[in-house]
């Protein structure tokens, strides 16, 4: 298995941006399904954005055109950029990779 570990996240105003970064305890370069989902409080999980092997993105419809994910193979690591915040944004970020554990999560926070 892989072992997951998400930083980045605090607390920005609206409008502003923030980078997550999601490091592997081993290599990703076989994981062929990269994932970002978030948490608010007092709801379900869901998805934010996911990055395959070959660079196909998705997206979630509330995310598109102010979210870019990214992967860097080489330093085990998949990327959130995230410009353009609002305060729905507010959550706890996980990546995941399909058949691994979910990491502890980092918070984002958007607010005035």
């Known amino acids: 298995q892989v072992q997951l570990v998400e930083s980045g996240g605090g607390l920005v105003q609206p409008g502003g941006s923030l980078r997550l970064s999601c490091i592997a305890s081993r290599s990703i370069f076989s994981i062929h399904f990269m994932g970002w989902y978030r948490q608010a409080p007092g709801k379900e999980r869901e998805f934010v954005a996911s990055?395959?092997?070959?660079?196909?993105?998705n997206y979630a419809d509330s995310v598109k055109g102010r979210f870019t994910i990214s992967r860097d193979n080489a330093k085990y690591t998949v990327y959130l950029q995230m410009n353009s915040l609002k305060s729905e944004d507010t959550a706890v970020y996980y990546c995941?990779?399909?058949?691994?554990?979910w990491g502890q999560g980092t918070q984002v926070t958007v607010s005035s």
């Open positions: 995941k990779a399909p058949g691994n554990p």
């Open positions: 990055i395959e092997s070959g660079g196909i993105t």
